[in-house]
């Protein structure tokens, strides 16, 4: 549950919004029969992603930056904060494609852009990762559930 809610506030760096995406996907979880328990890890963190999307349409080239809510001093502990500070639109290639490793395809398909606007927005979030990354490996480092090493990232995309 905790990797689950820590993906819907990556997605949404609000708490409010999180926690709203996190019992929407739940709450599809919950009504869809279909699912295998083998691929239910799987098809809820997707059915998360979906909610994120569609409540906060992140959209490339976005002038906007990370909401304040990225500042709340309330944090989880597998999910570094700085994280919080990229641009919607980057933090969904990013978290889309480096960590849930998704395609950049599949990625624009969800996210309803070209498939450069993505690889782009990923480029521009594994910079950023590489001029925080010192903050960013020690929060990783300090995390008791298995995360993406950040050593590792520039490997999954």
């Known amino acids: ?40 890890g799987s098809w809820s963190r997707r059915a998360i992603i979906k909610h994120a999307i569609n409540q906060l349409r992140p959209r490339p080239g976005d002038a906007q930056n990370a909401p304040e809510a990225a500042h709340e001093q309330k944090e989880i502990a597998t999910l570094p904060q700085s994280l919080l500070q990229l641009p919607p639109f980057e ?47 020690a929060a990783f480092a300090g995390s008791h559930e298995q995360q993406a090493p950040i050593t590792g990232l520039a490997c999954n995309v």
């Open 91 to 137: 933090r969904f290639a990013f978290a889309m494609t480096a960590l849930e490793r998704y395609s950049t395809r599949e990625s624009a398909l969800l996210l309803d852009c070209q498939a450069r606007d993505v690889e782009q927005a990923k480029i521009r979030a594994l910079q950023f990762i590489g001029i925080h990354q010192d903050r960013l490996a």
């Open 1 to 40: 549950m905790t990797t689950l809610y820590s993906l819907a506030y990556l997605m949404a760096a609000d708490h409010e919004a999180a926690e709203a995406c996190f019992v929407a996907a739940l709450d599809d979880c919950q009504h869809e029969g279909g699912v295998l328990r083998e691929w239910a």
